[in-house]
């Protein structure tokens, strides 16, 4: 039996900071929103949009495309920002990736985005259903790009190598946050390991991509820091976004980010070296992901915008 620790509840004398208006978001409605619903219900898929109650659900999903979640909806780690579920996980379903491969033949969409839980109980650290899953809906989606955002396989490269040989078109890791605040809000991973499976994909031939939540304690120049890190790694793809408190058992927020430091993060970014940068408050890792597989699209728009503000 694998050990858990507590995720610790935030305290009742934590200030409650109000949020602001820039983090409004529009309730999920429309007609492709209830058919993408149908769909992952029949089909009894888990979606990462509900399991992590992302704020971009409505806009997303009524447009047709969701990030599905693979190997059950129980996780075995317990980070302390995440509002999916800790626990024991269910046996392995072997079935899973052909149905997630007939779900996104269904929906009709252009690019697809697949995550899954941890599951470190296992011996392949679920490497092989996720293998299985990129294989089955490449070949029932021939024409669907894809993204996978892939936990860390604990540094296991054998099972990093799984991912690399299934061949998706791009392949995520997320940072999460800053080398200081890792212990805390990370409680199982590990700072440098994570860089160091960015760093095992790219070599292996991938298009790499991180994303890191603000407003949980980091500092701007710690921000920094973890780009360069990402940069030195080869990291094409970064997602900047507002951490979003899931339930009062989660860390609280410590700070709402404003737009203006979010535009100034990505000009960074861009500076650094990154191939594309993603920085918003609502921003969240497969927001617009279907763009982050063209390679050189945001660094040409970002500079397109820097000579159109020249010209001014």
Known sequence: MIEL??????????????????????????????????????????????????????????????????????CTRSCAFCAVATGRPDAVDWDEPQRVAEAINLMKVKHAVITSVDRDELKDGGSIIWYNTIKAVKALNPDTTLETLVPDFRGIEEQIQRIIDAAPEVVSHNMETVERNTRKVRIQAKYHRSLEVLRLLKVGGMRTKTGMMLGIGETKEEVIETMKHLVDVGCDVLTLGQYLQPTKKHL?????????EFAELREIGYELGFDYVESGPLVRSSYHSEMHVVKGYGRNKWQEEKALLATV
Not at 29 to 52: A, M
Not at 252 to 260: A, G, M, N, Q, S
């Open 5 to 74: 620790p507590v995720v610790p509840q935030a305290s009742t004398a934590d200030t409650i900071l109000k949020k602001p208006n820039w983090l409004r978001v529009k309730l999920p409605i429309g007609e492709s929103y209830k058919h993408v619903r149908g769909l992952v219900d029949d089909h009894k898929l888990h979606t990462i949009c509900e399991s992590g109650n992302c704020p971009n659900m409505g806009e997303c999903w009524g447009a047709g495309t969701a990030t599905f979640m693979i190997l059950g909806n129980i």
């Open 252 to 260: 609280p927020v410590l700070r709402y980010v404003h737009p203006d």
